[in-house]
């Protein structure tokens, strides 16, 4: 069974930091590009950041670029967010997604990605 399964979410106080992870089962991740997406209360699901299955090509929301860095390693078959200078405003449900391995190049639209984990809760207060 293909699965996705998130971790390292919690409670930070702003400018701290968080290291999220993304770990498959049943599946090679190398083969996907994946995707970080976030869901606030009451708003949409917004796209955070992706890393690109053919050459590592990365992408980023402005409202993440330069605190924010995804990566991969595969030898773990895992992906990581870390997340720096954290703001009350990074609060929210994080999820990781694959998108369907015809599709390589990166996005931050939701409707571009086929599977998804359960999400892990990313909380920003002092």
């Known amino acids: 069974q293909l699965q996705l399964v998130e971790s390292g979410g919690g409670l930070v106080q702003p400018g701290g930091s968080l290291r999220l992870s993304c770990a498959a089962s049943g599946f090679t991740l190398d083969y996907y590009t994946i995707g970080w997406f976030r869901q606030a209360p009451g708003k949409e699901r917004e796209g955070v950041s992706c890393?690109?299955?053919?050459?590592?090509?990365?992408h980023y929301a402005d409202s993440v670029k330069g605190r924010f860095t995804i990566s991969r390693d595969n030898a773990k078959n895992t992906v990581y967010l870390q997340m720096n200078n954290l703001k009350p405003e990074d609060t929210a449900v994080y999820y990781c997604a694959t998108r369907s391995t015809l599709f390589r190049l990166c996005s931050l639209s939701k409707s571009a990605f086929a599977s998804w984990g359960q999400g892990t809760q990313v909380t920003v207060s002092s």
């Open positions: 890393i690109s299955s053919s050459n590592g090509n990365t």
